[in-house]
């Protein structure tokens, strides 16, 4: 199959992305928007992976776009200019999302797009991420920024599937005026990140399945310099967290042993209030100034890697019929992941929907050996335009500093994957967030299914076919 897939095709239309034993799919499509198979609009090779179900790279998706800056400044000033003045007056601020505590935190715009140039600290070093996500809100990202939806939609690979407005292929788009239709963007994701993986508080997006196909750019990215007193106190840290996750997996085992296991001594439990406290998520931590501009001039690179060389985020995206054995294992292991306010996952109502868990190197190393499944990884670099398919899982971690465009479709292939999920979706309890997304696929079906009818009697309708 794999063959058959990648017949005509060169070598540096393909993107290693796994290393499963006896598997045809460890590699993806990732053709060049300059390559001829994009200019002539052929869509065969895409349709033999995407009917596969396996995500899809194209790289240099902006190169056929106008040329606008998709620096986050640009775009807030951009914004202030399309609003009146009591409207821009309110977004000098913005509510971010603090990965460390997973709560959100007022701060100004200004300071936070400062922090996505030159990093946030906390008072003990430990690196700030904040991110926000839908900003400005998806429903009016056309309205507040016209020219820059404009440029992004003209940027959409294969847009027969894509183009939210005219996708001859995209089942969302045959909904016709009138009738409410659910927000598929376009959306955009703004976040900090560094290339080391921290463990606690990193910039990410958490194990996830959305109900519809995706496709996401990285429209920007800006590397952040670290001290080397910060890189000094990230690996102290490290270190307090690793003894306080093994001191809380003993007392666990011990609990399983011992039901009347008493309460650990005073001196141990302040051991572990000193950790907590170092950790970083107090509230009043929040708001720390950043890095000053002299220690930014005297910090190094955490890479010295060349832009073209790194990307700016990291992908995990799994495949469908690993998805039992996913939630088997997070199942499993829940008590050794941390969420809401960096204490650990109490309660599991679903694990993947829930969006409470991020996959580390570790648990992926422990997930490929107790179950065989390994995802998808591999770097998003700037430009790049990841297709992932509705029914994957998958996760996202900041390398640099980000902001990425995403919009959501409905692609005929998948049509069935979002009636699962639909279905899935329903059944969660009536208070989860995630009962909050409506795809109403089915109407999208109906609508379709007609718009093709009348299509094809106007076919059989035309003078040449009468006179044949």
């Known amino acids: 199959m794999f063959k058959r897939k990648c017949s005509g095709m060169s ?37 033999q992976f995407w009917t596969s179900g ?16 998709w620096e986050p400044m640009v775009i807030w000033r951009a914004l202030c200019e399309n609003v009146d003045s009591e409207i821009s007056s309110k977004m000098s601020e913005v509510k971010a999302i603090d990965c460390l505590a997973g709560c959100e935190v007022e701060i100004s715009t200004r300071q936070f797009f400062k922090g996505y140039r030159e990093g946030r600290r906390y008072i003990n070093f430990w690196p700030e991420m904040l991110k926000l996500k839908d900003w400005p809100p998806s429903d009016k990202f056309e309205d507040l920024l016209p020219r820059h939806c404009d440029e992004f939609i003209s940027a ?16 969302a788009v045959k909904l016709p005026p009138g009738v409410l239709k659910p927000d598929l963007g376009p959306k955009t994701y703004i976040g900090y990140g560094i290339v080391e993986e921290l463990g606690r508080g990193d910039s990410v997006t958490k194990l996830h399945c959305d109900m519809s196909d995706a496709v996401n750019i990285l429209t920007h990215t800006e590397e952040v310099v670290l001290s080397h007193e910060q890189h000094s106190a990230i690996a102290r840290l490290k270190e307090i967290h690793r003894v306080q996750d093994d001191q809380e997996r003993l007392d666990r085992e011990s609990l399983k042993c011992q039901a009347d296991l008493l309460v650990e001594g005073d001196n141990e439990e302040q051991e572990v209030s000193d950790i907590r406290d170092i950790s970083a998520f107090p509230s009043e931590m929040y708001g720390k100034p950043e890095i000053s501009k002299s220690e930014t001039e005297l910090a190094t690179l955490w ?36 969420h809401t306010y960096c204490s650990p996952v109490e309660q ?30 591999f770097e998003q670099r700037l430009g790049e335009a990841v297709f992932i398919p509705a029914g994957c899982p998958h996760q996202v971690r900041n390398l640099k500093s980000c902001t ?12 069935h994957e979002c009636l699962r999920l639909t279905e899935e979706f329903r059944q969660l309890p009536k208070n989860h967030k995630a009962r909050e997304d ?13 718009q093709a009818v009348k299509d094809l009697e106007g076919l059989l309708s035309t003078p040449t076919q009468r006179n044949t």
């Open 404 to 415: 990425k465009v995403a919009v959501d479709f409905v692609s005929p292939e998948n049509v």
């Open 156 to 171: 959409l690979p294969f847009s027969e599937y894509t183009d939210p407005r005219a996708g001859i292929l995209n089942v």
């Open 303 to 338: 890479s010295s890697s060349t832009e073209e060389e790194t990307g700016g985020a990291l992908w995990d995206i799994f495949r469908r019929e690993d998805v039992p054995k996913l939630e088997a294992y997070l199942r499993n292991h829940s008590n050794e992941f941390r």
């Open 11 to 47: 070598k540096k239309m393909l993107r290693r992305a796994a290393s499963r034993v006896d598997s045809d799919d460890n590699y993806l499509y990732c053709p060049d928007l300059k390559d001829n198979i994009l200019k002539e609009g052929k869509l065969f090779h895409f349709r």
């Open 348 to 377: 599991v109502v679903h694990p993947i929907h829930d969006q409470s868990f991020y996959l580390t190197s570790e648990h992926k190393m422990k997930l490929k050996e107790e179950f065989g499944v390994e995802p998808w990884t």
């Open 54 to 69: 396996e995500p899809v790279i194209v790289r240099d998706a902006l190169e056929q776009a106008p040329g606008l800056s």
């Open 438 to 450: 409506k795809l109403e696929i089915k109407k999208m079906i109906i609508y379709a299914v007609d």
